[in-house]
């Protein structure tokens, strides 16, 4: 059964940092690639960074040097590394691999 769980959301202050972590069971993420979603209120689900299984990665502008997406296979783990964290950022965010996406974790930046 495939399931997908993000953790390490939160209340963060502008300017500080969040690593967001993908556990994904089911046995598909080593041959996938797997990306990082997030919801604004009020708006649409866009599509925030993407690592391919073989490592190669791409952003949205508006988080390029300052987020990381990065994985680690033996754990069936992806992650996001959040830095210099704005309001902007606030949202919801997901992981997404193929068609299965997480439950979303809460990321709240204040001013």
């Known amino acids: 059964q495939v399931q997908l769980v993000e953790s390490g959301g939160g209340l963060v202050q502008a300017g500080g940092s969040l690593r967001l972590s993908c556990v994904i069971s089911?046995?598909?993420?080593?041959?996938?690639?797997m990306g990082w979603y997030r919801q604004a209120p009020g708006k649409q689900r866009e599509l925030v960074a993407q690592?391919?299984?073989?490592?190669?990665?791409n952003y949205v502008d508006s988080v390029k040097g300052r987020f990381t997406i990065s994985r680690d296979n033996a754990k069936n783990t992806g992650y996001l590394q959040m830095n210099s964290l704005k309001p902007e950022d606030t949202g919801v965010y997901y992981c997404?691999?193929?068609?299965?996406w997480g439950q979303g974790t809460q990321v709240t930046v204040s001013a």
């Open positions: 997404k691999c193929t068609v299965w």
């Open positions: 089911g046995n598909i993420f080593r041959l996938n690639a």
């Open positions: 690592i391919t299984s073989d490592g190669s990665t």
